[in-house]
C-alpha cells in the first residue's frame, strides 16, 4: 500500500467531517426530500479514488455513527453502508474507465441499494418507512456526482506516490 501525503489525509478526514455535519442538519420536509445522502456519497467516492485507504471497518464506524446521531437502530445504516462500500470496492476499476453519464448512473444504482436496504431493514424492524418521495433524493445525489468529483479532487501525484 502506498502512504498517502499529509494533504490527501487531511482531504479525506475533513471531507467525512463535514458529510457526518451535514448529514446531522435538521431539515424540513420539502428542504429533506431533496437533500443528498451525504456520508455514502463521500465513502463511494474515497472507495474509487483510494480504494486501499479506505476499508469496510471505516463503512461499519460512519453508519453507527449515523445510527447514534439519528437514534436509529444500531446497525442499520452500518450494514447498508457496508453492502455499498463492498460493491463499490467490486467495481472500482471498471468505474474508473466509465464515462461520467454511466458514473452517475452506477452511484444513483448504489444509493438506490443503500436506501432499499434501510427500508427492508426498518421494514424489518416494523418501524415506518415513507419510500413515496426517497427517489428525489437519489437523483439530487447522484446528479452532484460531478461536482463532488471536482471538488475534491486530489493531486494526480499523490496517487502514484
Known amino acids: 500500500m502506498k502512504p498517502l501525503y499529509f494533504s490527501t489525509l ?3 478526514i475533513l471531507s467525512f467531517f463535514v458529510a457526518v455535519i451535514l448529514n446531522i442538519i435538521p431539515l424540513k420536509p420539502i428542504p429533506a426530500l431533496i437533500y443528498p445522502l451525504w ?21 461499519w464506524i460512519l453508519g453507527l455513527i449515523i445510527d447514534v446521531l439519528h ?10 453502508l457496508c453492502v455499498i462500500a463492498f460493491l463499490a470496492y467490486r467495481f472500482y476499476l471498471q468505474f474508473r474507465m466509465f464515462p ?22 426498518q421494514s424489518m424492524l416494523s418501524v415506518s418507512v415513507a419510500l413515496r418521495w426517497v427517489w428525489i433524493s437519489l437523483m439530487v445525489s447522484a446528479l452532484i456526482w460531478p461536482l463532488l468529483q471536482r471538488f475534491l479532487k486530489i493531486n494526480p501525484i499523490d496517487m502514484h506516490h
Open 71 to 80: 437514534g436509529n437502530y444500531l446497525g442499520e445504516h452500518s450494514l447498508a
Open 39 to 59: 456520508i455514502p456519497l463521500i465513502l463511494i467516492y474515497w472507495i474509487m479514488v483510494l480504494p486501499e485507504h479506505i476499508h469496510l471497518s471505516l463503512a
Open 100 to 121: 461520467l453519464t454511466q458514473q452517475v448512473l452506477f452511484v444513483f444504482i448504489l444509493l438506490l441499494i443503500y436506501q432499499g436496504l434501510l427500508a427492508w431493514i
Open 10 to 12: 487531511l482531504l479525506v
